[in-house]
């Protein structure tokens, strides 16, 4: 079984771009996470998707924002981007049910300069 | 609301040592799931191993072995005989009946084997 694919994998932008981030999750899974990390917050919670419905949402501002498609596949977007955006983007999917262990790509590093 | 602490920012010990990762958890919910995840260098989380609130029998997998305790918001994850490959960062990982897939995370836990 294929595994989480994000892509891309490196991204420089400046700030005031926009920027839109992919994942394709496992074969047969329905949920869609995004997470931020970076040295000084740690793993934050962006937002989750499923069934191409947006199904739990963290507190970042509206500048993020993300979509599913009806195959499972999720894009982030980024707009109006600032130097603190600068973080390794990780997708995570699961099957969808409460509980189950999520699996993660390799992340996207995002550099805001 | 939940929260998840590492209260262990980074650990060295040698290798064939034996090494504990803490993790204390928050949570309101009666009916909770628990998480450990390993993050090598190369980024990707690797999941290790899952408990539900429900389950607090103890497991041991090869070297690693976890520790969960209701009584003390515990669940510790300890590694016997610690080898190089072992370096990484670990994460302690809660997610809520109520909160779909959404996972709240500790904040990590930088383990380094010295040959």
């Known amino acids: 079984k294929a595994g989480v694919t994000q892509t891309p994998r490196y991204l420089i932008k400046t700030r005031g771009q926009q920027v839109t981030l992919s994942c394709s999750p496992i074969?047969?899974?329905?949920?869609v996470s995004w997470y931020q990390q970076t040295p000084g917050q740690g793993l934050q919670f962006l937002f989750e998707?499923?069934?191409?419905?947006?199904?739990n949402k963290g507190n970042f501002p509206g500048r993020f924002s993300g979509r599913q498609f009806s195959n499972s596949r999720s894009e982030m977007n980024v707009s109006t981007l600032e130097l603190g955006d600068s973080a390794l983007y990780l997708c995570?999917?699961?099957?969808?049910?409460?509980?189950?262990?999520?699996?993660f790509g390799q992340g996207t590093r995002l550099t805001v300069v | 609301a939940q929260k998840v602490t590492q209260a262990q920012t980074e650990i060295s010990v040698v290798e064939k040592e034996d090494v504990t990762l803490d993790c204390v958890y928050e949570?309101?919910?009666?009916?909770?799931?628990l998480f450990w995840y390993k993050q090598p260098p190369s980024g990707e989380l690797v999941f290790l191993i899952r408990?539900?609130?429900?389950?607090?029998q103890n497991e041991i997998s090869g070297r690693y072995s976890w520790n969960f305790q209701k009584s003390t918001s515990s669940f510790n994850f300890t590694i016997t005989a610690s080898q190089v490959v072992d370096s990484a960062v670990y994460f302690c990982a809660l997610s809520e009946e109520t909160s779909g897939s959404r996972l709240t995370f500790g904040e990590g836990t930088q383990l380094t084997v010295n040959p």
């Open positions: 995570a999917t699961t099957p969808g049910v409460v509980g189950t262990e999520a699996f």
């Open positions: 998707y499923f069934s191409e419905t947006q199904r």
């Open positions: 408990r539900n609130s429900f389950d607090e």
């Open positions: 074969s047969g899974h329905r949920s």
């Open positions: 949570t309101r919910d009666t009916t909770y799931y």
